[in-house]
């Protein structure tokens, strides 16, 4: 099947082995080319979003809280609420600290 695009989902990495290693599974998902779209029948589309918030959006999640827990969650809801939006789905893919403030 020819695609035009192609996603990349990971899922949660392995506790780390007593080696220190972490497992991750990936899939690699192709997409077929755009169509235009028919306002009758709606449209998927995937976005990929980078957000960066106080600590508190996110705090626990580093220890297991689900894909839906925190922040991702609310992404999500706020998704949902767009104008003609039918449903949304989110879910946090990494989460990094960031490095203290220079002075």
Do not use: N, Y
Not at 75 to 83: D, H, K
């Amino acid at each position: 099947m020819p695609s035009s695009a192609v996603e990349v989902i990971f899922d949660s990495p392995s506790m780390p082995d007593a080696h220190g290693e972490v497992e991750r599974m990936v899939e690699v998902a192709g997409r077929p080319a755009s169509r235009p779209v028919a306002p009758e029948r709606g449209a998927q589309v995937t976005v990929q979003v980078v957000l960066e918030a106080d600590g508190a959006a996110f705090a626990g999640r580093e220890k297991g809280g689900g894909g839906g827990a925190g922040g991702g969650g609310a992404v999500g809801r706020t998704l949902a609420a767009l104008p003609h939006a039918r449903w949304a789905s989110s879910r946090v893919v990494p989460l990094w600290c960031l490095p203290a403030a220079r002075e």
